[in-house]
């Protein structure tokens, strides 16, 4: 079992930045790919970016491309978003999750969640 706790959220101005940290702690953390989602108000919740276990390969969505790196150091058990060229449209609470199998875009590839960070980005 995983559990997972993000931070680094807050309020930024369009075309600033922001670090996401999403802090695991359990057992066999390189065994579980990480992803990051987010849930805009109103709005569903959508894939951002994935990494997998060991960091080698990383996945994003078209609209963050460019913007977002997501990055792991497994000796701290922490995951992170770099977010740059942050637009209004980014604003959504971020959720980290852990899955160990699937296709890592798809929620229902993870079993364990954390309990979200907000990013605002006023225009």
């Known amino acids: 079992q995983v559990q997972l706790v993000e931070s680094g959220g807050g309020l930024v101005q369009a075309g600033g930045s922001l670090r996401l940290s999403c802090a695991a702690s359990?057992?066999?953390?390189?065994?579980?790919?990480i992803g990051w989602f987010r849930q805009a108000p109103g709005k569903e919740r959508e894939f951002v970016a994935a990494?997998?276990?060991?960091?080698?390969?990383?996945f994003d969505t078209a609209s963050v491309k460019g913007r977002f790196t997501i990055s792991r150091d497994n000796a701290k058990n922490t995951v992170y978003l770099q977010m740059n060229s942050l637009k209004p449209e980014d604003t959504a609470v971020y959720y980290c999750?852990?899955?160990?199998?699937?296709?890592?875009?798809?929620?229902?590839?993870?079993?364990?969640w954390g309990q979200g960070t907000q990013v605002t980005v006023s225009s």
């Open positions: 999750a852990a899955s160990e199998y699937g296709r890592k875009w798809s929620q229902q590839s993870y079993s364990y």
């Open positions: 990494i997998s276990g060991n960091g080698g390969d990383t």
């Open positions: 359990g057992r066999a953390f390189t065994s579980y790919a």
